[in-house]
């Protein structure tokens, strides 16, 4: 598990997912990065119900990125989880 995915892999994966071209699919990745970017700088927190939550904190003299998975990146990785739906 350690091929890493690129932009352009996940924008055809997200064309395919949504049946459109890969153009719009980048619009579409390029808006919800920005749009989580915006929120974190903002310091607002971001939560992806069945992915995980991000969140920066003071930490010291900077801040701190954090992430709190959600139960089913918990349960694909072996971590204690509650979930049994299908991964």
Do not use: C, I
């Not at 971001?46 to 904190?57: A, K, N």
């Not at 003071?58 to 990125?65: D, G, L, Y």
Request: hydrophobic share 40%.
């Amino acid at each position: 598990m350690n091929e890493r995915l690129q932009r352009k892999d996940v924008v055809q994966r997200l064309a395919r997912r949504m049946g459109t071209d890969e153009q719009t699919a980048a619009v579409w990745l390029d808006a919800v990065t920005e749009t989580l970017y915006k929120a974190l700088k903002e310091g607002r927190s971001v939560t992806l119900p069945g992915f995980g939550g991000f969140y920066v904190r003071p930490h010291r003299a900077a801040w701190a990125f954090k992430f709190n998975p959600g139960q089913k990146l918990r349960a694909l990785f072996g971590w204690t989880s509650s979930y049994k739906g299908k991964l």
